[in-house]
């Protein structure tokens, strides 16, 4: 048994991490907030995104690491906690994202390739007040009109297309058709890092997206605005400038002088708040963190609402919780005042283990409440193993205090090495399988590391401070009979 110093250095430790455990779950948040829970336990929505080349080419792990993390930044923007990106196979990516309220929005804003392309739009033809379930109508007949255009058989060309709200409310849709160059004179490249802002009109107060160019993207802009005033100037009509993200439209003002500053804004005035807040906001996120290398098609998409997510939380506490104390009951009933101190421990054990899934944060999902509940069975199973040795020397008809000492000493080694082994499976388990396992991996090993401090040297500082302060504890109260006592063989040579 260690001496009466070394007993009291770990419990006040246990104290001491007792203490900073509850200011981390209970004083530094409300309890509500301060557990992160992951997508099946709280809502939320997963998808699998596949990525490829413009044209149908192959993708290289490289791109798909670059893309990853760049929807890594647009989620984080979004501050959504605890996303989980992650490249799978050479062309997919698999997203987690836990407690959105809007899906959809959330998927188009990670999926969106986000390519902006600022065009001189050779020409352009308008359809105003079109009802939506004729719209795919009148593009059809746009595209036929514009490709029998000069301006589309002289060279390399391609007509995309605007659509929006009618201006002023009016009923119907706005449908406009451009014809383009078939690369943009200018890309999103000239963009400032983080030079996308949502503000409103200095003029009209309309909600805007303003973009601040680089040197050298005000420059191109400057001349691309000259060429498109100096080119409409003999028709006596002012040139367009087409705005274009992923190859649809957003904006196409008109230049009537160039534009000098690197200063541009996109704008909706159709609406009278300008832009919607939710398109603005998404439009800023993805030009400020950048055009992704490669296209993304969402190929799979999975919705975990909240009332579900709630269930399954309820559910796995419920089982958590049960399996717990049914644990604590069997060490009380078969142990006694061992099983008594083993109960302490394996309460000590829960709340410091809460309190390092607070810090780290670690995400609780299902998986992960499995995890936590095997390692309780270990932790509980590590006491056991002493226990049992203990029983054995008392029943050798040797004294608690002897029996104690030897118990641990014979025990930690059976303890160590299961412990070892399991630890290293989980580590297999985290570098070989999908994010769900991977949760369940890092809390056993979390569990199993906590584990062998509270059921190994609490449970014997425990037991040693009892000892020194002359508390005998008879055959009976560690759960051996006195009919057994005498009646054990010699310890066989291992």
Known sequence: MGSRRNNLIILGLVVVLLGVATYLIFIRQPVTESTQLGLDLQ???SAQLKGTQTGGG??????????????????????????????????????????????EEVIDIIGSTAQLGFYRVLDSEIQQGIPQDEVQDARTEIEEDL????????????????????????????????VLNETPDMTGDAIQQDGATVEPNPT????????????????????????????????????????SLDEDVISAPQVTEPIIGGQVSISNDGLPEGLPEDEATQLETVLNTGALPVSMEVVAQNTVGPTLGTASLRSGLTAGLVGFALVLVLLLVIYR???????????????????????????????????????VGIAADANIVIFERIKEEIRRGKTSRTAIAAGYEKGF?????????????????????????????????????VSMFTAVLVTRALLGLLSDRGVHLPPGMMGVSKKSIGQQQPERVR
């Open 413 to 449: 080694r059976a303890i160590l090495d299961g412990n070892a082994t399991t630890i290293i499976t989980a580590f297999i388990l985290f570098a070989l399988s999908s994010s769900t396992v991977r949760g369940f991996a890092v809390l056993l090993v979390i569990g199993v590391v």
């Open 337 to 375: 005042a061992l099983g008594l101190v083993a109960d302490l421990a394996l309460l000590i054990y829960g709340f410091l283990l809460w309190g390092i899934i607070v810090a780290v944060p670690v995400t609780m999902t299902l998986p992960g409440i499995a995890g936590i509940v095997l390692s």
């Open 43 to 45: 809502g939320g929505v």
């Open 204 to 243: 009209t107060g309309k909600r805007q997206v303003s973009i601040q160019l680089t040197g050298d993207g005000g420059r191109q802009f400057g001349d691309l605005t000259q060429e498109i005033v100096s080119e409409a100037a003999p028709t006596g009509q002012p040139g367009l400038l087409a705005i």
């Open 147 to 178: 490709k029998d255009d000069d301006a589309f058989q002289d060279g390399d060309a391609k007509v995309l297309f605007e659509e929006s709200p009618m201006p002023g409310g009016g009923g119907g849709t706005y449908v406009a058709g451009y």
């Open 58 to 103: 192959k993708v290289t792990r490289e791109e798909m690491e670059l893309a990853s993390n760049l929807i890594r930044q647009r989620i984080d923007r979004l501050g959504v906690a605890e996303p989980d990106v992650r490249v799978q196979g050479q062309d997919q990516i698999t997203v987690q994202i836990p407690g959105v309220e809007n899906p």
